[in-house]
């Protein structure tokens, strides 16, 4: 009985991985944990409590 | 624009999912001195689906601009700072530690219960009440904040992801006032046919969007099919106002 709930919840992260539906304003911003910084940048969103950030989602090419 | 406001709170931050040298050699070319991140799987996360994507997160965790609303403008960022209140500064002293803790883990009631004690003390010397005093008055004004915030969420219309914010409002005030606010707001909605079908209606649209990936164009196509089959069922609803919104978007593009 015990097994079948981390089961259920493995296969509903995996899909809810492979659905990129944009997040709408009004929801919570999921963290992020950031793997790796520059410019005193902090480690993860979380510690922005507080701040007004804004996330630049951004490529090089 | 970081260096204009970062004073007042902003902290704008690029986020890419590129290998690390990339990144490296992009900022150093570009002369970026704010900061940047490789966050592998973030944009995913976000659902963000063209380049550059921008979200604006308020100080609470809540997102207050989708790229559907592109970069936000100078003013509109001036006028959000506003409502900005800086957590006062912690000295980086042990005395210091149950408070940032308790802050660290948005355990507000032991923020409160904290104060509130230290602060009833005759023997404390006058920087560490001063400083004490300064958090007591932030926490008031987030108490504050928080109650017209359980409000606004009260008066919908999207009921559903209110549901969700609140629960984590009652989960993170527990012990004090505002959490029992927050549970008034739930009740109502659970006692409330009209809300109770929105909200079903909402959940319904999260799993319609969930059984396809817009990012995959064959799938896109179904998605658009299955969202016009949505509208048509849950007319009249917020969810339907939404899911046309993101109809028409999936076919612009």
């Known amino acids: 009985m015990n097994r079948r709930v ?4 493995t296969a509903a992260a995996l899909f809810a991985a492979a659905v990129p539906a944009q997040l709408q304003k009004g929801t919570t911003a999921p963290d992020i944990v950031f793997a790796k910084t520059w410019n005193e940048a ?11 950030v804004m996330l630049d989602f951004f490529a090089t090419w | 624009m970081h260096d204009k406001f970062s004073d007042a709170g902003l902290v704008i931050i690029g986020v890419s999912d590129e290998a690390e040298q990339k990144l490296a050699d992009h900022i150093e070319a570009k002369g970026i001195r704010y900061p940047v991140v490789r966050a592998p799987g973030a944009m995913g996360d976000y659902g963000g689906r063209f380049y550059p994507s921008y979200f604006t997160v308020s100080p609470d965790g809540e997102i207050l601009t989708t790229p559907d609303d592109r970069m936000p403008s100078e003013e509109w960022l001036k006028k959000a700072l506003e409502s900005v209140v800086l957590i006062p500064e912690l000295p980086d002293e042990s005395r210091y530690d149950p408070l940032r803790k308790a ?15 230290t602060l009833a003390k005759d023997n404390l010397d006058d920087e560490e009440r001063t400083v004490l005093e300064a958090h007591q008055a932030y926490f008031n004004s987030l108490i504050e904040r928080t109650s017209k915030q359980i409000q606004k969420l009260g008066e919908g219309p999207d009921y559903w ?14 012990g004090l006032p505002v959490a029992d606010e927050a549970e008034g707001v739930l009740d109502r909605f659970d006692s409330d046919d009209q809300i109770k079908k929105e909200i079903s209606a909402s959940r319904a649209l999260e799993k319609v969007q969930s059984r ?15 969202l016009a089959q949505f509208e048509e069922k849950f007319a009249g609803t917020h969810a339907a106002s939404e899911a046309s919104a993101l109809r028409l978007r999936l076919a612009q593009e």
């Not at chain 1, 902090?42 to 007004?52: D, I, M, R, T």
């Not at chain 2, 992801?161 to 527990?174: D, G, S, Y």
């Open chain 2, 212 to 226: 396809f990936d817009a990012n995959k164009i064959s799938q896109r196509k179904k998605l658009v099919e299955a």
């Open chain 2, 161 to 174: 992801n209110a549901t969700k914010r609140l629960e984590k409002l009652q989960k993170e005030f527990k």
């Open chain 1, 42 to 52: 902090p480690v993860s969103l979380a510690e922005l409590k507080g701040k007004l």
């Open chain 1, 6 to 9: 981390p089961l259920a919840a």
């Open chain 2, 103 to 117: 802050w660290e883990k948005n355990d507000y009631a032991k923020v409160e219960s904290h104060l509130t004690r």
